[in-house]
């Protein structure tokens, strides 16, 4: 099992950027991916970006692209996103996972950091 710990959500307005940083404690094995989901208040939880450990680099969804920035520091086996030009469609509970599979999929789940766009 896996425990993701996401931290650096806030309140910001529309235009604005934030930088969320998510550790993953316990055993990730050999990774296949990584990857951030959003859940908005009424919505399923959806992925935004995902980071697969032999591909060419990240991906995004069409929602998020452009705006936002997926890294990772594999020896702190830390993921960040950067996200830039917040809407306030952004407004969400925010997780990370070892894992970028569909999230009915994925069972260990962190607590979530909010993230807040004010208009």
């Known amino acids: 099992r896996v425990h993701p710990v996401e931290s650096g959500g806030g309140t910001v307005q529309a235009g604005g950027s934030l930088k969320l940083s998510c550790t993953i404690f316990?055993?990730?094995?050999?990774?296949?991916?990584a990857g951030w989901f959003r859940q908005a208040p009424g919505k399923d939880r959806e992925g935004i970006a995902a980071?697969?450990?032999?591909?060419?680099?990240?991906v995004y969804a069409e929602a998020v692209k452009g705006r936002f920035t997926m890294s990772q520091d594999n020896s702190q086996n830390t993921l960040y996103l950067q996200m830039d030009s917040l809407k306030p469609e952004d407004t969400a509970m925010y997780y990370c996972?070892?894992?970028?599979?569909?999230?009915?999929?994925?069972?260990?789940w962190g607590q979530g950091t909010q993230v807040t766009v004010s208009s």
């Open positions: 980071i697969y450990q032999y591909g060419s680099g990240p």
């Open positions: 316990g055993s990730t094995g050999n990774r296949h991916c």
């Open positions: 996972a070892a894992d970028c599979g569909a999230p009915e999929q994925i069972s260990d």
